[in-house]
């Protein structure tokens, strides 16, 4: 019983102390505002190396993975590429789908591991947000960080691919930072 009782308190203050969120290795928060209308919403979240090579999928949009892409080759055409999707089993690509989210602010948290659950050593890496506008509109946020340094907010840049228009409203407000 008391045993019990010790390791209640451990985890108790092991969560309040914020321990558990410390795990986190980076995080990217955005506004997102979901667009009427066909061919839009679609979104995806990834982390790659400083050389371009796809690390670890955080979120994508559960259209788009389930094999929308090959319905809609527009729909996040960068992700679709470096994620590699096509060899992806059913398993794999639930875990890392979900539905389009409602409107409002969002957090992905990248937990430093790459798609197995291999931890990765500190070092460079980018955090990539991808959102599909309208059709073949697109808009790509990158954030290098770099692991290993502390806490750091990351400088976000912007790349809008064909002519967004008003659905560029779709995603703001990013930003990123190393945890660690």
């Known amino acids: 019983m008391n045993r ?21 290795a980076a995080e990217l928060t955005f506004s997102f505002t979901r667009q009427s209308g066909f061919a839009s919403n679609q979104f995806a979240v990834w982390i790659e190396d400083s050389q371009g090579a796809h690390i670890k ?3 994508a949009t559960r259209f788009t993975a389930d094999g929308g892409w090959k319905r809609r080759p527009t729909s996040i055409p960068l992700w679709v590429k470096q994620s590699s999707i096509s060899g992806m ?9 979900g539905a389009t989210p409602k409107s409002g602010t969002i957090t992905y948290r990248w937990d430093g591991a790459d798609s ?4 990765l050593p500190a070092g460079d890496y980018v955090l990539i947000l991808e959102g599909t506008l309208r059709n073949d509109n697109q808009v790509v946020y990158r954030a290098p960080i770099r692991l290993g340094q502390g806490p ?24 990123a930072r190393a945890l660690r």
């Open 4 to 24: 019990i009782f010790v390791l209640c308190v451990f985890l108790t203050t092991w969560a309040l102390t914020g321990a558990a969120a410390q795990q986190a």
């Open 57 to 59: 999928t955080l979120y």
């Open 89 to 97: 089993t059913k398993p794999q690509i639930d875990a890392l789908t």
């Open 116 to 119: 197995r659950g291999a931890p």
């Open 152 to 175: 750091m907010a990351a400088e976000v840049s912007v790349e809008y691919i064909g002519k967004p228009g008003s659905e560029s409203a779709m995603i703001g407000n990013v930003t």
